[in-house]
Nanobody
Framework: QVQLVESGGGLVQAGGSLRLSCAASGRAFSNHAMGWFRQAPGKEREFVAG???????????NYADSVKGRFTISRDDTKNTVYLQMNSLKPEDTAVYYC?????????????????WGQGTQVTVSS
């Protein structure tokens, strides 16, 4: 089992920044690829960003087109934590943000490919 707890959400004006954190406990965090997803009211959960487990001293990342160049995913396996740095926020980024863990090398854009989920943290961007 892996337990995930997100933090760092809040209310921010358009153009501002937030950094989300997801702290993991339980089974070996470093063995899991990690993903961030979001869900806005009335919409389906969508992939935001993913990061692989370490491979040859580096991580692979990928992003949804809507956040490329604005969001950065990273992880610190010594702290069992994954981060999502969000810059140049837009009102359409408003959603509940979830982190997820996948017992696999690489992340997936499919939410049903993940084994464990956090409870979510609300991000609201005002115009």
């Amino acid at each position: 089992q892996v337990q995930l707890v997100e933090s760092g959400g809040g209310l921010v004006q358009a153009g501002g920044s937030l950094r989300l954190s997801c702290a993991a406990s339980g089974r070996a965090f470093s063995n899991h690829a990690m993903g961030w997803f979001r869900q806005a009211p009335g919409k389906e959960r969508e992939f935001v960003a993913g990061i692989s487990r370490m491979q040859w001293s580096t991580f692979n990342t990928n992003y949804a087109d809507s956040v490329k160049g604005r969001f950065t995913i990273s992880r610190d396996d010594t702290k069992n934590t994954v981060y999502l740095q969000m810059n140049s926020l837009k009102p359409e980024d408003t959603a509940v943000y979830y982190c997820a863990a996948r017992l696999w090398r690489d992340p997936s854009q499919g939410w049903d490919e993940y084994n464990y989920w956090g409870q979510g943290t609300q991000v609201t961007v005002s115009s």
